[in-house]
């Protein structure tokens, strides 16, 4: 791909004159995707003379937990970036890493003197750089075009970030999500017509590294024009079901097979490569180079991965077909799939948020115990809908002190209350347009604060705290809450009129004691914690496991599981008994649903809930920490009960 060459500055300022007398610019002027981005900045309100108003910027311990939230992302970008900045090395420049939202997470470069001057400009972690904030820039624009792109001096649509030359590329997860942008910025008088073409090899670079962590032990291909382009950076990468259809890609293999990201999960081996299942494993692991009509041919090489490496012989004799069977329902391959570990009841309620993805009129009430995967179901609610590419922003209500939430909802302007930051807030309302919002644990919103969201939800428009004119907002609306909403209204604690304004479709998230596939899970925890390890757990852990009754779910069970795991010896593959803690491994016999009236004889929920606090403060002597781990329940929330209820 050829690098554009930046826009001449007479042509730069002619057209931002014309764009400041008539919101236009003529064609040819600059480059499409530019005026593009420039008008969108416009209909974003931003003045191109002005500063950014309200732009947010992440504080460390919200930078920490970003990071923390892409540990993934950043662990594989961190050796990239260093090897790109040894190449950039003396040229005034950073070599940056920011999420799918724009939040700057990493920068790597020891130019002191630039660094000063771009953090002026606010181009430092914790800063916020799409372009509904910072104008056009390559960062912001890469993602909103989800192309690498170059923004070279003028072509900034703010006059102030006027002194960088910029050049971004983005990265995308083997599914196809956008996961964040690689960028090189420097000084504007350094500009060099590589550096799209460095930034572009970095992105890749990670793309191939997460794929391989990802698919490394399945079926895949590896694909190139050249045989000895095999093995290397540059090569395309494909994953394949069993059952044949593709499941993962990075972008050189897109590129190669001229397939959209929209295409993964949705097409088979034999509609990309003209071959079913059964011919490729009779390829064998030795490159083969296929033909392509008008085309050179590619080189490809499969690699069965552990599973079918030990079947493939029989496999390639079995006939299996390109599609699945008649007699099997197929399963689509979407972020809600991948949650499916063989549960009949959560697939079908996995099934009804499918129906539901692409009508965000419609919003979802998820139900729950703490601990059942509640954001983690919205999330994969998100990245499987076509917003997908779009923020994806969680509040939780019970977090937030009470004097807090409306503006961290809401947004304020400057000036609006006593330590509010100087340039104001959007507020995560509008932090999510276009995308999703989940408001978890919606239950522990304060009332006054209820009228407010309903108001917003009927008029899909914000104002901050302070004032100000109203902002249109669009975004599909999740909630979530450990809570029986009918209950709270009956109670009088939450306001019927939001109760069925939110309550579009509610999905209730079995308990993980109900459910039938806990050795799946703890198969999938396990190889999530040691990807390249064969672990399993010991007999008589598993049956511990089954005995268990799991107050904390799912995330307990992913703690307990990540304990075993760091606890292992070199060499060892076996969780025993030892490497779990005492309340899981001297769980008492099956405790059935019998079981627990016995122990507490009352059919109130409330009450059981009270019960269960009271049992589980008397066990860790009052600490009222460690009883809200336990409980799988936030800190904040816990103390709030203890104060409604007047519990000791």
Request: glycine letters at 10%; hydrophobic letters at 45%.
């Amino acid at each position: 791909m050829a690098t554009p060459a930046p826009t001449p500055p007479e042509r730069i300022r002619q057209a931002r004159r014309q764009w400041l007398d008539t919101g236009t610019v003529a064609s040819g002027l600059i480059a499409g995707p530019l005026q593009a981005s420039w008008a969108r900045c416009r209909d974003f309100g931003l003045a191109p003379e002005g500063r950014p108003q309200g732009a947010p910027h992440a504080s460390a311990a919200q930078l920490a937990r970003a990071q923390e939230h892409r540990h993934t992302l950043m662990a594989h970008a961190r050796p990239v970036m260093a090897f790109l900045n040894e190449q950039v090395q003396g040229s005034d420049s950073l070599v940056l890493l920011a999420d799918a939202h724009g939040l700057l997470l990493h920068a790597s470069g020891d130019d002191a003197h630039f660094a000063d001057r771009a953090a002026r400009v606010a181009l430092r972690p914790g800063a916020v750089w799409s372009e509904q904030w910072r104008g056009t820039n390559a960062i912001g624009t890469a993602l909103a075009e989800g192309a690498p792109v170059v923004v070279h001096a003028g072509e900034h649509y703010l006059q102030r970030n006027g002194f960088l030359t910029c050049a971004a590329a983005p990265i995308a997860d083997p599914a196809g999500t956008l996961l964040g942008v690689l960028d090189i910025s420097g000084d504007r008088r350094g500009y060099h017509r590589h550096t799209l073409a460095l930034a572009r090899s970095g992105a890749r670079m990670i793309e191939h590294q997460l794929f391989t962590a990802r698919h490394r032990a399945g079926l895949h291909l590896r694909l190139h024009a050249q045989v000895e382009g095999l093995g290397t950076f540059t090569e395309g990468l494909l994953a394949l079901s069993e059952d044949g259809w593709v499941t993962g890609a990075n972008t050189a293999a897109l590129e190669l097979l001229r397939l959209t990201r929209q295409d993964i999960g949705a097409a088979t081996v034999e509609r990309v490569l003209g071959l079913d299942l059964r011919a490729l494993l009779a390829l064998g692991a030795a490159p083969c180079a296929l033909p392509r009509p008008g085309a050179t041919p590619l080189w490809l090489r499969v690699e069965a991965g552990q599973t079918l490496r030990r079947s493939a012989p029989t496999a390639a004799r079995a006939t299996p077909p390109a599609v699945p069977p008649t007699d099997t329902p197929w399963r689509p391959r979407d972020a809600l799939a991948a949650l499916d570990t063989g549960d009949a009841p959560f697939r079908a309620l996995l099934d009804r948020a499918r129906k539901l993805l692409d009508k965000p009129a419609i919003p979802l009430l998820l139900q729950g115990e703490s601990g059942t995967g509640k954001e983690l179901l919205a999330k994969a609610i998100h990245a499987s809908s076509a917003r997908r590419d779009k923020p994806f922003v969680a509040v939780n209500c019970a977090a937030l002190p009470e004097t807090l939430i409306e503006a961290e909802l809401f947004g304020y302007r400057p000036g609006a209350f006593t330590g509010a930051h100087r340039q104001g807030a959007p507020g995560r309302i509008r932090e999510a347009h276009g995308g999703t919002l989940l408001l978890d644990e919606i239950g522990d919103m304060p009332q006054a604060l209820q009228a407010r969201l309903l108001r917003v939800l009927q008029d899909r428009e914000v104002t901050p705290l302070g004032g100000g004119a109203a902002v249109s907002v669009d975004f599909r609306l999740i909630c979530a809450t450990h809570q029986r909403l009918k209950d709270e209204v009956a109670a009088g604690r939450f306001r019927e009129d939001l109760y069925y304004r939110l309550n579009g479709l509610t999905l209730s998230l079995p308990p993980l004691r109900e459910r039938s596939d806990l050795s799946e899970l703890v198969a999938r925890l396990l190889k999530t914690e040691a990807p390249e390890r064969a672990l399993r757990l010991h007999d008589e852990v598993l049956a511990a496991f089954s005995r268990y009754r799991w107050p904390g779910n799912v995330r307990q069970l992913a703690n307990v599981v990540r304990m075993g795991v760091a606890l292992l010896d070199d060499g060892e593959d076996v969780v025993t008994a030892g490497l779990v803690g005492d309340e899981v491994r001297e769980a008492p016999g099956a405790a059935s649903l019998d079981t627990a009236s016995a122990i507490t004889p009352c059919d109130d929920l409330r009450q059981l809930a009270e019960a269960r606090i009271r049992e589980t403060l008397a066990a860790v002597g009052g600490n009222v920490s460690e009883a809200a781990r336990r409980l799988g329940v936030s800190r904040n929330t816990l103390y709030r009960r203890l104060r409604g209820q007047s519990l000791g």
